[in-house]
C-alpha cells in the first residue's frame, strides 16, 4: 500500500514521523561524532569541521584561494601555448 504526502492528515502520524526524523538525526550525529568533529586541512591553508565543510567552501579566503588557483592553471596553459608555436 502506498500513500502519497497528501493523504497523510493525521497530526499524530505526522508527528510521529517528525520525531522519528529527529531521532534518527541524533543517532547519527551520536554514532559519526568523531567524523563530523574531524577536522580538515584545507588546501587553501584553512581548517575546518567536517560538517562545515559546506560553508567553507563559502568563505572568502577559499574562493580567493579557488580563483588563484584557476588563475594559475590559465597562466600554465598560457605558457604551454606559447611554448608549443
Ligand atoms: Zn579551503
Known amino acids: 500500500m502506498t500513500k502519497k504526502v497528501g ?10 514521523i517528525r520525531q522519528r526524523n529527529v531521532e534518527y538525526a541524533k543517532k547519527y550525529r ?23 565543510c559546506t560553508q567553507h567552501m563559502r568563505t572568502k579566503k577559499h574562493c580567493q584561494w579557488m580563483e588563484t588557483q584557476q588563475m594559475m592553471k ?3 596553459d598560457l605558457k604551454k601555448q606559447l611554448v608549443s608555436k
Open 7 to 16: 493523504d497523510i492528515d493525521d497530526e499524530s502520524v505526522v508527528a510521529s
Open 30 to 52: 551520536q554514532k559519526n561524532s568523531e567524523k563530523i568533529r574531524r577536522l580538515i586541512e584545507c588546501e587553501c591553508g584553512s581548517t575546518y569541521a567536517y560538517y562545515n
Open 74 to 76: 590559465q597562466i600554465a
